[in-house]
């Protein structure tokens, strides 16, 4: 198929209110839109890829995704698509989500975190009954002076069962 424009959205459902262009056509294993995108046995490709490449945009550097600004699954339109590094497209999915600031989530992350730890919850609630200074606490216990202020407002080692924790420094 000769690619162009018109052909790529000839293969879709184009919406007339949002400018979706949903495509029909085929899709990898995660819904992802994609096509044959040269002659006969050509590459296969995200259709969002090849469509940014036809509008020559190009960012250099990081693992580029090719995504649109419109959310929606299927979407290819030129209007939609877009690049994100996959740090930004994390970041926009925790935001919409809300993924990071689930509970039961960062918990069970710092649970992991805290296992890694040289530090046990002991140590840091000695630390923070303590009375030091962040410059003295990091002393007696073994750690950066940055460490300990974070430990001892509340920063690090958080109470994720606590309801009142991150409301403040403790
Ligand atoms: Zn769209």
């Known amino acids: 198929m000769e690619i162009s424009f018109t052909a ?5 459902n184009v919406c007339t209110a949002t400018g979706c262009w949903h495509w029909k056509g085929g899709v990898a294993s995660g819904g992802v839109p994609q096509m044959r995108a040269g002659p006969g046995t050509g590459p296969i490709k995200p259709v969002r890829a090849v469509v940014l490449q036809m509008l020559g945009k190009w960012r250099q550097g990081d693992h580029l995704i090719a995504t649109n600004t419109c959310r929606s699954r299927d979407c290819v ?8 590094t996959r740090k930004e497209l994390q970041q926009r999915t925790a935001k ?7 509970p039961e989530r960062r918990l069970a992350i710092s649970k992991v975190q805290r296992a890694r730890s040289p530090r046990t919850i002991e140590m840091v609630r ?7 200074s962040t410059r003295a606490a990091a002393k007696v216990y073994g750690c950066a002076q940055s460490t300990a202020a974070l430990i001892m407002c509340g920063g690090m080692w958080k109470d994720h069962q606590n309801p009142f924790a991150g409301l403040g420094a403790r």
């Open 126 to 132: 000695e630390m923070r009954a303590s009375g030091l």
């Open 77 to 84: 339109a030129p209007e939609h698509v877009c690049w994100l």
């Open 8 to 12: 790529i959205q000839q293969l879709c």
């Open 96 to 102: 919409e989500t809300r993924y990071g600031e689930c």
